[in-house]
């Protein structure tokens, strides 16, 4: 980090809103991150504890359940802080690092999951004799290890970037989370290179991730098209909707926030409730409402079969 930062602490502005509104949005977002956490790890209890679950899709959903929990984690109780005290909107400079590495870290590789987890529906739909084959235990286990690694890197890059620059006046960031967009506009130098990178940076790692996912996808339905069977259609399809409806939530906001040029502020903040708060809830949702397998799981739990399978 750069020695001329002179700033030892920011003040997060929040959420935009009518300060009467501060107890029921408090209420609210505590409410949808207690769901959000205790989802997220019923869906990892699930996966853990029913063999019939240990399969490359389910492993790849564990470790998306796993980082939902923790990117809910890393934004969602200091917004509750700054809904309740002022003095819950003071972030020290370290801190305030550590969360946007955090967040950036979770986030990037969320996004790399869920181009991994496209290419894990191809290969089931359209290479279906030869899938045990091609997603072994070991090539699952690498993309995933490849996904947290990447994201690290990634995140390693978004943070060195936008915390070497000196920080020497106004620490009021525009927002209820350190990002690095809201954040660079406090900088005591010119910016216009960090954020040039910062964008391409971004813009090539979601871009393409979401260009991959559009590839695969497109692949599923001609895969899908040529199924003899409604029936098998069907579930074909039913087996890839989960999965779209959360890209879709994950992606837009995001690319939204990221890729267009300028930033709003309050706009800003207000989307990345998306991503940041919403998304990670919606994932234990629809993928146990829209998963049998999942359902049947949960039944089995919540009446003692699975442990008893596992003895």
Not at 42 to 60: A, C, K, Q
Not at 286 to 293: H, Q
Request: with cysteine; charged share 10%.
């Amino acid at each position: 980090m750069s020695n001329g930062s002179l700033v030892t602490a920011f003040i997060l502005t929040g959420l935009p809103h009518a300060p009467a509104l501060d107890a029921p949005l408090f209420g609210a977002f505590l409410v949808i991150y207690v769901l959000t956490v205790l989802g997220n790890l019923l869906i990892l209890l699930v996966i853990r504890v029913d063999s019939h679950l240990h399969t490359p899709m389910y492993s790849f959903l564990s470790n998306l359940s796993f980082i939902d929990m923790w990117l809910s984690t890393v934004t969602v109780p200091k917004m509750l802080m700054t809904l309740v005290s002022p003095s819950g909107r003071t972030i020290s400079f370290h801190s305030c690092v550590t969360q946007l590495y955090f967040f950036h870290f979770l986030g990037s590789t969320e996004c790399f999951l869920y181009t991994v987890m496209s290419y894990d529906r191809y290969l089931a739909i359209s290479y279906p004799l030869r899938y045990t084959s091609m997603m072994s235990g070991r090539a699952c286990a690498l993309l995933a290890i490849g996904t947290w690694l990447s994201g690290s890197l990634h995140s390693a890059v978004q943070t060195i970037l936008t915390f070497h620059l000196p920080y020497c006046g106004p620490n009021r960031i525009q927002h209820y989370f350190c990002d690095a967009p809201p954040i660079l506009k406090l900088a005591c130098a010119d910016t216009s290179a960090n954020e040039m990178v910062i964008f391409v940076n971004i813009g090539v790692v979601a871009s393409g991730c979401f260009l991959l996912i559009v590839l695969s996808y497109v692949s599923i339905v001609c895969s899908i098209l040529r199924i003899r069977t409604s029936e098998g259609r069907r579930r074909a399809f039913q087996t890839c909707a989960s999965h779209c409806i959360v890209v879709l939530c994950f992606f837009g906001p995001g690319l939204f926030i990221y890729l267009r040029p300028g930033s709003r502020d309050a706009v800003d903040g207000v989307v990345a409730i998306f991503y940041t708060t919403l998304t990670p809830l919606f994932n234990p949702v629809v993928y146990t409402l829209r998963n049998k397998e999942v359902k049947k799981a949960l039944l089995k739990l919540k009446n003692g079969s699975v442990f008893s399978q596992g003895k």
